[in-house]
């Protein structure tokens, strides 16, 4: 499973990327709105730190005005993938940026219905957002597993992209059911790393080298 950072924090996304772990970055206007930052000049920043995917996302609803954004996103970099909304204006500029072989992210996806529209457009990666699905007491784990199924149904090249991630049970169960990426806030990311036990254990065996008072180096 590729990790992918949602932020718009550009330490957060220095700091992670030299963990040799980070596979690629998404943003949205609300990151973008958070961050404090200029969009234009930030994206093309973010894109010289990160090597992989960085998501970068149309502002316009209506399809003449996001395709020429997106057009524009498009040039910024190699590694950008424009983001675009499930609507039918955004799959509209979805296919016409796939063929030319642009990158496209495929957000706000919310139903297997989507998503399968999403895949016949030709996006790169589908979005569904699982933290904002079990906000309203359905399950979004749910949505991973009929999306993961159906693409393989038709061997769809429109890699799963696990959004709106909470905790790291969203990015395990989805792992599980072979979600190609999970994007993540920062924090959600290192809760990986922890565990009582490493500590416990890490603390006892610190303890019992000192014991032994040796040196490695
Ligand atoms: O970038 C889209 C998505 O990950 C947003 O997450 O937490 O605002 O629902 P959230």
């Keep these: 499973m590729k990790f992918f ?9 220095k700091d992670l990327e030299s963990t040799g772990l980070l596979d690629g970055v998404t943003t949205n206007p609300s990151l ?3 961050s404090g930052q200029n969009f234009l000049e930030l994206i093309p920043e973010i894109c010289k730190v990160v090597k992989g995917p960085v998501s970068a996302e149309v502002a316009a609803t209506d399809y003449d005005t ?5 057009d524009k996103l498009a040039k910024i970099a190699d590694n950008i993938a424009v983001k675009v909304p499930l609507t039918e204006a955004g799959l509209k500029v979805c296919k016409n940026l796939s063929d030319n072989g642009t990158m496209v992210n495929v957000t706000l996806c919310f139903s297997a219905g989507q998503a399968l529209l999403a895949a016949k457009a030709g996006a790169a990666f589908i979005s569904p957002f699982v933290g904002r699905l079990d906000d309203i007491c359905l399950d979004g784990l749910d949505l991973i597993a009929d999306i993961c199924t159906i693409y393989n149904n038709y061997d769809f090249k429109t890699e799963v992209l696990v959004a ?3 905790n ?5 169960e989805s792992a599980k059911m072979g979600a190609d990426v999970a994007t993540c806030p920062p924090n959600v990311i290192r809760q990986l790393y922890k565990h009582p036990l490493t500590d416990k254990g890490l603390a006892a065996f610190v303890e019992d080298w000192k014991n032994t008072g040796q ?3």
């Design 168 to 172: 790291p049970v969203h990015i395990i």
């Design 66 to 70: 996001m395709q020429k954004e997106a």
């Design 5 to 13: 950072v949602d932020t718009a924090d550009i330490n957060d996304i």
């Design 32 to 34: 973008i709105a958070k």
């Design 164 to 166: 709106s991630v909470r």
């Design 215 to 217: 040196s490695i180096l």
